[in-house]
């Protein structure tokens, strides 16, 4: 029999600015969803993909002096290469600009414009560019109600999506599929916005040229969200290949971010309609990663970057950390420090350590042979344990079956807590020594191995690599992969097998060491001009896509807001193993500085002395290196490699003077 189909997508991702954390997560929950999935035996789909269109990105692209298509390319494949790198592999990836897509997008609005939904207008009005959305009723000072940001004034010619005509389908939609939105929360605030009336919506643009065109129309392009949810469709063969698009569509979850919810449970399924195709059946909206309480994104300035955790901690920790401290469907707030907090205790000392002691004991006392069930040797506490295992099971399957990850993790490492205090209790290094209670020691390492074999299939979908690891090491040669995971979980029990050499999953790390070094390689993705050779690594570190995706405008108060000083250096030397940092101390005016610059590989540290800089002197105190750099010195960043340039004075300026 045919698998039953799964299709699940991200959102296509905005390519004004370089994928950071919040991306990262959605990704990633959506490629556990799809591994569980295929661990339940079906034939999974997944899709992500670049969102290029709209003014967004014109501007953006305009900022770095290249072509939007340009622009788009480098940050899409900034896309591809860190999904590669995090092992999260895509089913489709769909670029807005690929032509099958402009087939789809016109395929899509033709259709609905032929049943009639569609109609030439004018729109004046308040539009809000960094949310690609037309602004009903502004905050006073014209501001965007979603993100504060101002909002410009349009008057253009467009068409228009009769989207009034939809209220009552809609919330006979939400009625008859409860499930449709998720969470409920999400639901209520939906149903609310519905209830309150629907107004038509404009879904061209003339005012500027990066789009799809609209068929016969010269100046019209189709407005960006109309074009980025179609890509849906897009990916399973709409408009090109009708075997996939029936086999795969509809959708089965869009996992989306909170605040794209009113495109993806509004206008999606109201599009759709209207062109008589099917809907998807959920739309999931999870919460947002937090940076000291504030969305993390680009205009903020506050983004953390995955690659840094995954190169110094593995990706597997990345994945879990996400999964586990983030309740799906909440908001969380992201912090290095409890990062690293769990990586040691439920990782290196829960999993990693049960893992390596287990197979240690089975080697050293019973030579490596797997251990079997001996029911003589059975006690009340291992039927409880065995219990619990089961338990943890059903459990674990529920609340991966509502995508409460955080819930599942936690009752797998109730059981592992467990089977630690199970050891203790039991003591198998003191019944090795006495042959007469070589039964019973077999019996309770019987229990931790299996114990740890349902651990690690439960496990599977979150942390792939290093359950795949224990997998092998518990005897199995099949990939962990491949096998189901249902409320019979008696694989993977190697019964007279033996077990294979223990090698460490989640080796313990120092935690200051592991904070200064993810630190340095966050500093170098921020900022490739400060380049540490730690940092140095594939994709975001080496891409210098990140610089030229220009920063968004401010005001003269947020420029006031940086103290910029004239500096002499005093002194300077390298910092032992970073051949791009020089340890620089500087007079200020009014005091000397320690400040650290990745300039190394443009001065010698002796040609520096006595040379004015500029520091940016009210930066917070931050270490690179494991050495505290107490401002920052400005210079330019000179392509095509970011070589630094010093900043230098035509006259002779004192120490201390400000910048203006
Ligand atoms: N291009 C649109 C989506 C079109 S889908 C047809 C877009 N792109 S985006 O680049 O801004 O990505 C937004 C998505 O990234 C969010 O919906 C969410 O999935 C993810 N996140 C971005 N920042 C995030 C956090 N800080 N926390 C969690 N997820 C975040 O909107």
Known sequence: ?????????????????????????????????????????????????????????????????????????????EYRALWRELDLPVDRFVRTTEPRHERAVQMLFRKAQDQ???????????????????????????????????????????????????????????????????????????????????????ISRTSFKWGIPWPGEEKHIFYVWSDALTSYMTGVGYADDEVEFEKYWPADMHLIGKEILRFHAVYWPAFLMAAGEALPKRVFAHGWWLFADEKMSKSRGNMQYP???????????????????????????????????????????????LTSRTITMIEQYLGGRVPARNPKEENDRDREVAE???????????????????????????????????????????????????????????????????????????????????????????????????????????????????????????????????????????????????????????????????PAKIGIEDFAKIEMRVGVVKSAERVAGADKLLKLLVDIGEEVRQVVAGIATSYAPEDLIGKKVVVVANLAPRKLRGVESNGMIVAASVAPDGRPVLCTFTEDVPAGARLK
């Open 1 to 77: 029999m045919a698998k039953p189909k799964f299709y699940i997508t991200t959102p296509i991702y905005y390519v004004n600015a370089r994928p950071h954390l919040g991306h990262t997560y959605t990704t990633v929950v959506a490629d556990t969803i799809a591994r569980y999935k295929r661990m339940r035996g079906y034939d999974v789909v997944l899709l992500t993909g670049t969102d290029e269109h709209g003014q967004k990105v014109e501007r953006a692209a305009k900022a770095a002096g290249v072509s939007p298509q340009e622009f788009a390319d480098r940050i899409s494949a």
């Open 388 to 550: 619990l295992q089961r338990g943890t099971c059903e459990e674990v399957l529920r609340y991966y079956e509502s995508y409460d990850f955080s819930r599942a993790l936690e009752s797998i490492w109730s059981l592992i807590a467990e089977i630690d205090k199970y050891l203790v209790e039991f003591q198998p290094w003191v019944l090795v020594k006495e042959k007469s209670k070589w039964g019973r020691l077999e019996m309770v390492l019987y229990t931790a191995y299996d114990a740890l074999r349902v651990v690690t299939l439960l496990a599977h979908p979150v942390l792939p690599h290093a359950t795949q690891k224990i997998w092998e090491q518990l005897g199995n040669s099949t990939p962990l992969a491949s096998q189901m995971l249902g409320n019979d979980l008696t694989v993977g029990h190697k019964q007279g097998g033996h077990v294979n050499k223990p090698e460490g999953v989640f080796p313990r790390v120092d935690k200051k060491e592991a904070f200064e070094r993810i630190e340095a390689m966050e500093e170098e993705i921020r900022n490739p001009a400060s380049t540490t050779p730690a940092a140095s690594g594939s994709t975001a570190g080496a891409a210098p896509a990140g610089a030229a995706a220009g």
């Open 116 to 202: 009639g939904y569609v109609y030439k207008g004018g729109y004046e009005g308040q539009y809000c560019v960094f949310d690609e959305m037309y602004v009903d009723e502004p905050l006073s000072g014209n501001l965007c109600p979603e993100c504060k940001r101002p909002t410009e004034r349009v008057r253009e010619e467009n068409y228009f999506f009769k989207l009034s005509a939809f209220q009552d389908r809609l919330l006979e939609l939400y009625e008859k599929q409860p499930d449709f939105i998720q969470p409920d929360t999400r639901r209520n605030e939906v149903l609310a916005f519905v209830r309150g009336g629907l107004r038509d919506l404009s």
């Open 307 to 353: 690659q840094p955790i995954a190169r110094v901690l593995g990706i597997d920790a990345l994945r879990y950390f996400l999964l586990r401290d983030m309740v799906f469907g909440q908001d969380g707030n992201f912090s290095r420090d409890a990062l690293l907090t769990r990586y040691n205790s439920d990782l290196a000392n829960g999993l990693g350590n």
